[in-house]
């Protein structure tokens, strides 16, 4: 019985006409969307180099490398997954290896990796390499063709004000 009822109610909603009213037809054409403009990017290396919450805004010295020290390597990526931790570093040739906790590179031995930072000890003085992110490249539109667009949409706009 209720099946019945269903079915009928269906079959009314496909017979009987619809009471959505349509908007009425426009005679402006219809606007073209804009290509979105990336955003330009931060100056990160200027924004690390005053952390916010530094009581002084200078980063600590354990963060800059020393002379003599660290200075020709860079870190260029931390992987931690648990207990088990990996770093790949660049080294001042050139040469990417490869290091995890206890493993040595040119005398320094990694003494622990932590989220942004690889601390490296020798001779009991101890170093801290900071991860540097790098911001993602920004990839802009050709000048000329975003003038054609900028224009054509301008008179778009204009002729949509004039109607």
Do not use: C
Request: no cysteine; charged share 20%; hydrophobic share 40%.
């Amino acid at each position: 019985m209720a099946t019945a009822v269903l079915v009928a109610a269906a079959g009314a909603q496909l017979v009987l006409p619809s009471s959505t009213v349509l908007p009425p037809t426009s005679e402006l054409a219809p606007r073209h969307p804009r290509e979105p403009v990336a955003p330009p990017a931060p100056d990160y290396p200027a924004i690390l180099a005053t952390p916010i919450f530094a009581p002084d805004r200078k980063p600590d010295d354990s963060a800059v490398p020393v002379a003599g020290g660290l200075s020709g390597f860079d870190v260029l990526g931390i992987a931690t997954a648990g207990d088990t931790a990996t770093a790949v570093v660049k080294q001042p040739t050139g040469a990417i290896v490869r290091l995890k906790p206890g493993e040595q590179v040119l005398g320094w031995k990694l003494v622990s990796v932590e989220l942004h930072q690889l601390t490296f000890e020798r001779n009991k003085e101890r170093r801290v390499l900071m991860l540097i992110k790098q911001p993602p490249p920004v990839i802009q539109a050709p000048p000329a063709a975003n003038a054609e667009q900028n224009s054509s949409d301008d008179n778009s706009d204009n002729s949509d004000n004039n109607q």
